[in-house]
Every structure is written in structure tokens, then in C-alpha cells.
């Protein structure tokens, strides 16, 4: 698999919370940092959406925003608004005034990742991911949206079940709407992808994560020299390459131990490690316990779970 889709399916993404939000009138509210990826879908009308140190964003119809680390955020029928301090909830939620036609519906909530790797993903991606309906409405991703503000309209048998499942698709289509990389952000696996050289390297070293790979081998897979390539790929995803490879094999060991199914021989074998005790080194080193004891902890906490 290419790396996104290599990530992706390690932290098993699903839609935890989607609930319909509506509003009328002058409005505003602001949400605290919450451990999870945010999502905002504008199914009619319009809104602002304000983070700190960021102008106001107006959210049109059909637009789409992501947060990854969802930092504390405010919403506004317009910017400049006082907002009303509020808390994150399962149901739905009415802003503004109480009663007559909203002039806001929108689908919100946030999505779960296997927290065991979790920060992976989100470290590899910008602040804020915003899909305009303007680029979005003549693409799949437009007709997702379609489709979606169509199930919300409705009250058809297994409604919920359809409408977690195309936020989830949503959310792939996201993560890699081609339009991202033209756009100046922070170092990201995103920026990566969008870089034909560095994503030769990227996707080498996801296909094959049991090589020894050296920066002079995955300089020649991107095509640029040494020392251009170890910049770049600093520059672009924030870590150089063989921290980044390094990151992916502990990463693909912390899923495997949680889920209890290999021995440390095979988990050594599959990500590049000579030994079980070379790999049980490394990994006491990057993550300051032995492999044996992360997984009794995931263990005991997936049961108190």
C-alpha cells in the first residue's frame, strides 16, 4: 500500500460522534482543545470558524473542515462575536436563537483513531484541513457531501450506520485531496505526498519497511542527491528519513503488541530488526520500556476499557 493508505489503516479511523447542528440569528461559541480530530460539514447557510493566532475562516454550504488536533476554536455566525464558552456533546445542538428556521445546518462531531499510534498521524499533518465547496463540488468529494446532506435529510432503517461510513470515507478523501500540497503549510507527511521525489522515497521504504535503507539509497529512489534529498525531506515532513523509517517500524510494533498476536521474533523479523533482542533494544530506547511490558499495559487497559 502507498503510505497514507499504510497509516490510515494502522489507526483504524472511525466517526466516534456526528450530530446535526443548527443555528439562527447572531451567535457564537467556543470549544475547548479536545483530545480528538474535529470535523465541521456546512449543509446550508454559513459560518466562522476562528482558531488563536489565525484570521476568521468563513465556512460556505458545502464545505468541509478537519482539525486533526482540534486546538481550542471558536464558531460565530460572524467574526469579532463575544462566544459563549461551551462543551462538546453527543446530541444535537441549537445555537443562537431558539425558535423559527435555522439559517445554519451543519453535520459535526469528531472521528477515533487507535490511540496506540495516534500521534503518528497526527504529527504528520497540518493545523487545518479546509475543502472549499468551490473545489470540492465537481469531485467525488463533492458528491460525498451530496450524498451525505441527503442521508441527513432522511429518517431511511440503518440512517446511522451510513452516515458513520461516509464520514469516514470523508475523511480519507480529506487526508489527501490533491489540493492540499498547493497550499504553504507546516511540515506534514501530506507535503510529502504531494512531492514526487520525496513520495518515490516515502513509498520505497513503506513497501519494503525490512530494508536496510540508507540516505544515499533513498536519495537515489527520489532522484536528487544526498544531501538536497536528507534537507528536503526534513524540510517537507519535519524529521529526516531514517527517523521517519525508525518511527514507522515502532509504530507497526506498538499495533502488533497491542493486539497480542506475534511473538518478538516475528515483529523483529517483519520491521527490519535482526533479533528479537536487537528490536527489543530499540524499542526500550524509543519508547523507555521493554516490548514486553507496552504490551501487558495495552493489555490491562484495553480490559478496563
Known amino acids: 500500500m502507498d503510505p497514507l493508505s499504510d497509516i490510515i489503516g494502522l489507526l483504524r479511523p472511525t466517526a466516534a460522534v ?9 451567535w457564537g461559541v467556543r470549544y475547548r ?9 456546512i ?5 466562522w470558524l476562528s482558531l488563536d493566532g489565525e484570521k476568521p475562516l468563513r465556512l460556505a454550504q458545502g464545505d468541509f473542515v478537519l482539525l486533526p488536533t482540534t486546538p481550542a476554536f471558536s464558531l460565530s455566525s460572524e467574526p469579532g462575536l463575544e462566544c459563549v464558552p461551551v462543551e462538546p456533546r453527543n446530541e444535537a445542538v441549537r445555537h443562537g436563537e431558539r425558535e423559527g428556521t435555522p439559517d445554519l445546518i451543519a453535520l459535526g462531531g469528531s472521528f477515533a483513531f487507535a490511540r496506540v499510534n495516534a500521534p503518528l498521524l497526527l504529527a504528520l499533518l497540518p493545523r487545518l484541513i479546509h475543502i472549499p465547496a468551490s473545489e470540492g463540488r465537481a469531485t467525488r468529494f463533492g458528491r460525498l457531501i451530496d450524498l451525505l446532506a441527503e442521508e441527513c435529510a432522511t429518517d431511511y432503517p440503518g440512517k446511522e450506520l451510513i452516515v458513520h461510513r461516509m464520514l469516514e470515507a470523508l475523511l480519507v478523501e480529506a487526508l489527501r485531496w490533491r489540493s492540499i500540497g498547493n497550499r504553504a503549510m507546516p511540515a506534514s507527511l501530506l507535503g510529502g505526498m504531494q512531492d514526487p521525489a520525496l513520495a518515490r522515497a516515502l513509498q520505497a521504504m513503506h513497501a519494503d519497511v ?15 542527491s544526498r544531501s538536497g534529498f536528507a534537507a528536503r525531506f526534513g524540510e517537507v515532513l519535519g524529521c529526516g528519513p531514517i527517523e521517519y523509517l525508525v518511527r514507522w ?12 498476536a506475534k511473538s518478538l521474533d516475528r515483529i523483529a523479523d517483519e520491521i527490519g530488526y535482526e533479533s528479537a533482542s536487537a528490536f527489543s533494544t ?24
Open 249 to 260: 517500524r515502532m509504530a507497526i510494533a506498538k499495533d502488533a503488541l497491542t493486539h497480542g
Open 210 to 224: 525490512r530494508a536496510n535503507w540508507t540516505v544515499a539509497d533513498l536519495a537515489r529512489m527520489a532522484g536528487i
Open 33 to 41: 482543545a479536545h483530545d480528538a480530530p474535529g470535523f465541521t460539514i
Open 43 to 47: 449543509l446550508e447557510g454559513q459560518a
Open 282 to 305: 530499540a524499542f526500550r530506547k524509543r519508547l523507555g520500556c521493554p516490548p514486553g511490558k507496552f504490551a501487558r499495559d495495552m493489555a490491562e487497559q484495553n480490559r478496563i476499557r
Open 18 to 26: 456526528a450530530k446535526p447542528i443548527t443555528a439562527r440569528g447572531r
